[in-house]
């Protein structure tokens, strides 16, 4: 094994664990702000000081992208920012996410309660996957067709198996470890769990 400092590593092990973590997909990183790195998240709290008014997208582009929660709990992070220096007037908060659940993670009944509590955000859900992004006309456009206008653009990105994992051949042809969902774990001899 190698170190980033290019250290050479002799491990004797029955098992390997490592947390390779999953990339992601910068489609729209020019177009958009994010906070799915520090340096996105830093040039997103700019951005918000800044930010006059209108409407706030805050959008998954595909899927999977990591924590099903973040989303949710961004637009409501984001509208709190504005509540909290009284700026929340003339904001418009919407989540565009593909899940048909808002929050799949927590259930119908906890979804609903979380959607009342957040009575500052919309949500339009069950949507296509984000196709494209006319920065100049803040339009974005989705597979289906249908476009959306926006004045600040959050958008969560789709994320992708690390290239370790992917030249290491445990990849499928949509590009991820296939797993057992009941037993997490592979139909290989080696276990691997890519932590995001």
Known sequence: MFTSAGEILSITSSWLSARTGAGCNSRFAEASQTFY??????????????????????????????????????????????????????????????????????GRNWARRLCKCSK??????????????????????????????????????PHRAPRLVKDAGLTNAAGWVPVNPERSLRNMPVCLRSAM
Request: net charge positive; glycine share 8%.
């Open 37 to 106: 790195s520090f340096e996105g998240a830093s040039r997103l709290h700019s951005a918000l000081a800044s930010f006059a008014g209108g409407s706030i997208a805050v959008v998954v582009a595909a899927m999977p992208y990591k924590c099903p929660g973040a989303p949710h709990e961004g637009a409501m992070l984001i509208a709190n920012y504005f509540r909290r220096n009284q700026r929340r007037t003339g904001m418009d908060i919407q989540l565009y996410t593909p899940n048909r659940n808002r929050c799949p993670w927590l």
């Open 120 to 157: 500052s955000s919309r949500y339009a859900s069950g949507l296509s996957y984000l196709a494209a992004v006319d920065p100049a006309g803040r339009v974005m456009r989705f597979q289906q067709g249908n476009t959306e206008r926006y004045d600040l653009l959050v958008a969560i990105p």
